[in-house]
């Protein structure tokens, strides 16, 4: 299956100009399935009370070597579980230098039965995170 063949509506769900809903193929599509996951804690769906990730568990604790260590498992683990159409190459969270409490996770992947690699870096603030503009 190429990373094309993957198409379905924007999460959020958003209307295109005349009214129809818009629509994300490709890496986006899978990309947003990803994120949805790490999103979504579990027992948040009724119908599926195992998806999601622990994501949310880390939130207050520190930006330890090991905590990343302990974020990248997860993040790993939830997304090989909940994920099929991709294998998880790895993981990496690493610090900002210059934002306290930000986390950047870079899950590395490819879509099954291709040869492509590819990149997604998510954001993860923990409580000392104040993004601009935020209260202190």
């Known amino acids: 299956m190429s990373a094309e ?3 379905g509506l924007r999460y959020p769900v958003d209307c295109a ?7 994300v193929r490709g890496a986006e599509k ?5 994120r949805l996951i790490l999103q979504t804690y579990p027992g948040e769906r009724v119908m599926r009370p195992d ?8 939130l207050f604790e520190a930006a330890t070597p ?3 260590v302990l974020l990248a498992r997860e993040v790993e683990r939830a997304i090989s579980a909940w994920e099929p159409r991709v294998e998880v190459l ?20 490819r879509v ?3 040869a492509t ?6 954001d993860f603030g923990t409580d000392r995170y104040q993004p601009e503009g935020g209260q202190s």
């Open 112 to 114: 099954r039965g291709t």
């Open 66 to 68: 090991a905590t990343r």
């Open 117 to 122: 690699s590819r990149e997604l870096v998510v």
């Open 90 to 109: 790895g993981v990496d969270v690493s610090t900002d230098d210059g934002v306290d409490g930000l986390l950047h996770i870079a899950i590395g992947y």
């Open 17 to 23: 100009g005349r009214g129809d809903f818009t629509v």
């Open 51 to 58: 998806f999601g990730s622990r994501l949310r568990d880390f």
């Open 5 to 7: 063949a993957v198409a």
């Open 30 to 34: 899978l990309e947003q399935g990803m």
